[in-house]
């Protein structure tokens, strides 16, 4: 039928019409981001000569970031059972 959404199809078993299936957040990229954060403002520093205030809480916010994130990410995969796909071992019940 044209003009109608795929998910108003009988037996799609998606939930409510209209409402999106919900992402995973994408840890890796999110601390590669904090990263280039935290390099961006070693560079800077650097650049300059000296540390100011902006710079440092830069470089403090990036790593912690980065860190909270790679945890994160860590914590999912373990969670899902990513890393036992992977290794080709289940987790015992």
């Known amino acids: 039928m044209s003009g109608q ?4 199809e009988v037996g799609s078993g998606s ?4 409402s ?3 992402r995973r957040p994408h840890w890796g990229l999110r601390t590669l981001g904090f990263l280039g954060l935290a390099l961006l403002s070693m560079v ?3 650049a300059v000569g000296h540390y100011s205030f902006g710079t440092f809480g830069s470089l403090l916010f990036g790593l912690i970031g980065a860190g909270y994130c790679s945890l994160k990410g860590l914590r999912e995969v ?3 059972e990513v890393l036992g796909m992977l290794l080709g071992r289940r987790r015992p019940r």
Not at 5 to 8: E, I, K
Not at 15 to 18: A, T
């Open 5 to 8: 959404w795929p998910t108003d």
């Open 15 to 18: 939930g409510p019409v209209g």
């Open 20 to 22: 999106p299936e919900r």
């Open 44 to 46: 800077t520093a650097i």
């Open 78 to 80: 373990l969670d899902h």
